[in-house]
Every structure is written in C-alpha cells, then in structure tokens.
C-alpha cells in the first residue's frame, strides 16, 4: 500500500509499529476515549452492592476475567488485605464466583451501564493488573468516574494516569500494588476526585477523538 497513514491509540503500539516493517509509513496516535456525559461521579451507595458502607472498595473490570486480565493478582492481594477492605469484582464467570474467598465479591459481565457507572463511582480505587493491553478503555471510565487508577506498566495502560489520577506500579509485582493501594487510602479517594474527571475530559473525551480523526481526514494527511 503506498499512500497509508496508521493511526494507533498509544504510545506504546505506535513505538512497536516503528520497529516493524511498517514503519516507512507515516503512524499517528488517537487514543481511545470515553463519553464522559455517560461516564461521570454517580451517587452509589456500595450496600446496593452488598457490600458494608465502612468497607474500602477495590474494584476490577474485564470482560473476561482471563489470566491476562489479573485474576491471580487480586487473588493474591486478597490475603494480605485487613478487614476493612473488600476487592469487587466484574466480568467473572460462575466457576469463579464459587471459587472467590470471602473478601473478594462480584458479578458476571454486565451490558448494564449505568450499573457499571454505578460501580465505578462507589468504588474507592479502580484496579487493573493487566498483563497485555494496548490503551485500556476500562482505566478512562473509572477515571472518569472520579475514581483513580492502580495498574500495571503494561503496554499503554500507564499511559492513561498520571500522579494526580492514580499509580503506575511494575507488572507482576504484588508488594507494589499493595502498596500503591494503601497510599491511595491514605490520601482518600477526594483527593484524586476532580483531577480523575479534569484529566478524562481534557486527554480522553471520546467527542475529541472522533473531531481527530476527522480532522486528520480533511487536511488530507492521509496521503
């Protein structure tokens, strides 16, 4: 193909792609983004969860929980936890929900936003120990959300935070995301709140995106 411009949504594929045999063709990244007027800070209470208002939620979002998306992470961290936190898990299948310990709860895959919106806003970290990601969309809509982010430097995904909307800690290390967790309780979940939401807005509004990728089309830089 002669004439081609690729567009990538991170910063990390686009680098791949410059150390490929694609890399004579121009390549430009759009990010994925988020609706925020779907996704925004809903008025959640976590009993309609089933979980005790008191409790400091952990929250994690797959569409599957493979071993790729983490599952063994929060298994992990779940020994470690005191009594006051609980991890809320979505997207797990029936064989994993009769097989989670006592302080890890979820459901199966919702299609339900606004009970999704609903999670994301009463949880007090959004989790994400991804081991292969390009750009997560998940990380955008709890930022969105007004919840901040712990994930793994895995592909993109650290290119969604930054040090006023969450922590970006080395994949595979359990210590570390434990510790990321106990700084984000300690500072408290207002804390990163306003930030979470600004930084969606100005970096990750899908309405953005969209005027980009036109915009990229009428100045003809697709040659």
């Not at 809903?42 to 979002?61: H, N, Q, T, Y």
Request: aromatic letters at 10%; charged letters at 25%.
């Amino acid at each position: 193909v002669e004439n081609m411009t690729l567009v990538t949504p991170s910063k990390w594929l686009k680098d791949l792609v410059g150390e490929s045999f694609l890399r004579r063709y121009q390549t430009l990244v759009i990010n994925n983004g988020v609706d925020t007027d779907v996704f925004y800070p809903k008025a959640s209470e976590k009993s309609s969860f089933g979980i005790s208002e008191d409790k400091f939620v952990i929250l994690g979002v797959a569409a599957q929980f493979t071993p790729r998306k983490g599952l063994k992470y929060f298994l992990e961290i779940a020994d470690k936890l005191d009594e006051n936190s609980v991890i809320f898990l979505i997207g797990l299948n029936k064989k994993q929900l009769r097989s989670l310990p006592k302080n890890i709860t979820g459901i199966e895959r919702t299609e339900n936003i606004e009970k999704l919106v609903e999670a994301y806003s009463m949880a007090d970290v959004f989790v994400n120990p991804t081991l292969e990601d390009n750009f997560p969309t998940t990380n955008l809509e709890a930022l969105a959300c007004g919840t901040p982010v712990i994930t793994f430097k895995t592909g993109g995904s650290p290119e969604t935070v930054d040090n006023n909307t969450g922590i970006v800690v080395e994949k595979g290390d359990t210590e570390a995301l434990l510790n990321a967790i106990e700084i984000i309780r300690k500072n408290g979940k207002e804390y990163y709140a306003k930030n979470c939401r600004k930084h969606v807005i100005e970096n990750f509004d899908s309405n953005d995106k969209f005027r980009e990728y036109i915009y990229l089309y009428k100045k003809g830089q697709v040659k």
